[in-house]
């Protein structure tokens, strides 16, 4: 099985651009998520750079939309845990939302409210089903959010957002 798999990509060399391009954004988000080379994150700065090194991996499939309102600066390991959420939440929405569709678009939007972050994301692709179960990315993005004294918000009416 292994073989022919192989012979398909040698017939389609578009198949293993797509896979390096995949492999690239994927080396530029593993350096964009350690940002411990130093005291505090610009967390506007690194929300940007893991949007952008996770649309690459997609080529145009959707459109990328992000907007900082303000300059937030927060330790290292908190925005490793919110650069963690953003990034199961845009999973999310390219493989539940935007499935099935030849385009699609995903806005994130990062603001401070007082002392607290709020990270929106949202797709304009199929609604969330209150009825479906809840996978382990909901658990993974609650258990982050909540680590620091966060909360994470999933509405289930439209439009579909995501708070963190």
Known sequence: MFPSSLDKRYDHPEHCKLCLTRIYAGAALHVALDPTDCETCRLGAFISTLAKSLHAAFDDRYENIVSVEDPIEIDPLRAKRVGL???EAMTNAINHGLAGLDKGKIETRL????????LVVE???APYKPDARPGQG???MRDLAEE????LEWPRAPPERLFA
């Open 111 to 118: 603001r401070r409210l007082g002392n607290q972050i709020e």
């Open 148 to 151: 620091p004294s966060g909360t």
């Open 138 to 140: 909901l658990k993974i």
């Open 85 to 87: 959420i953003l990034l």
């Open 123 to 125: 797709n304009d692709g």
